[in-house]
């Protein structure tokens, strides 16, 4: 069974630093292009983050591009966004998916919550 | 980048047809995938590449995609198929890999 469990959400002051966490199992974790997605409170997915099987391929949303980073470790099957900088409009819970060639997004964590406030 | 439109609520009765619509330039040259989601939950795949279904959706749904317009219809609409609806495509020209409209709230009356 394909699981995605995403952690490291929380209350955050604005300017500051938060590593959300997404570990993977029951599927190949290095075959696969991961994403993350985030909604705020209220409103609609935005997609904020993609990254290739192995890394080589990144892309970023422009409301998160030189403020967040992605990045992946195939070995523990693990996704990582790490968010500098923060600002009350990052606030939103955030999800991270799987992706099928066409960028069908087939799983998702349950997601974790990011409050950006003082 | 890519822009996908859709309406912010679509409302049916039970037992009637829903159609919910994703506007995109040239959408029909896309690959359009389709995310039911329910209040306090994750988004669930319910159609890909237009008009497949995962396993474990039911028939009742079903996408169409051509020109400008896509479309998720649900048949013989139950009570629990209310939730948010989005429409994404992968835009594999731009930086900006997956782009996702703005969500249509089904509500069954």
């Known amino acids: 069974e394909v699981q995605l469990v995403e952690s490291g959400g929380g209350l955050v002051k604005p300017g500051g630093s938060l590593r959300l966490s997404c570990a993977a199992s029951?599927?190949?974790?290095?075959?696969?292009?991961m994403n993350w997605v985030r909604q705020a409170p209220g409103k609609g997915l935005e997609w904020v983050s993609s990254i290739s099987s192995s890394s080589s391929y990144i892309y970023y949303a422009d409301s998160v591009k030189g403020r967040f980073t992605i990045s992946r470790d195939n070995a523990k099957n693990s996704l990582y966004l790490q968010m500098n900088s923060l600002r009350a409009e990052d606030t939103a819970v955030y999800y991270c998916?799987?992706?099928?060639?066409?960028?069908?997004?087939?799983?998702w964590g349950q997601g974790t919550l990011v409050t950006v406030s003082s | 980048s890519y822009v996908l439109t859709q309406p912010p609520s679509v409302s049916v009765a039970p037992g009637q047809t829903a159609r919910i619509t994703c506007g995109g330039n040239?959408?029909?040259?896309?690959?359009v995938h389709w995310y039911q989601q329910k209040p306090g939950q994750a988004p669930v795949l319910v159609v890909y590449d237009d008009s497949d279904r995962p396993s474990g959706i039911p028939e009742r749904f079903s996408g169409s995609n051509s020109g400008n317009t896509a479309t998720l219809t649900i048949s013989r609409v139950e009570a629990g198929d209310e939730a948010d609806y989005y429409c994404q495509v992968w835009d594999s020209s731009s930086d900006h890999r997956v782009v996702f409209g703005g969500g249509t709230k089904l509500t069954v009356l």
């Open positions: 998916a799987r992706e099928e060639p066409g960028g069908i997004c087939d799983y």
């Open positions: 029951g599927f190949t974790f290095s075959s696969y292009s």
């Open positions: 040239n959408i029909g040259s896309k690959s």
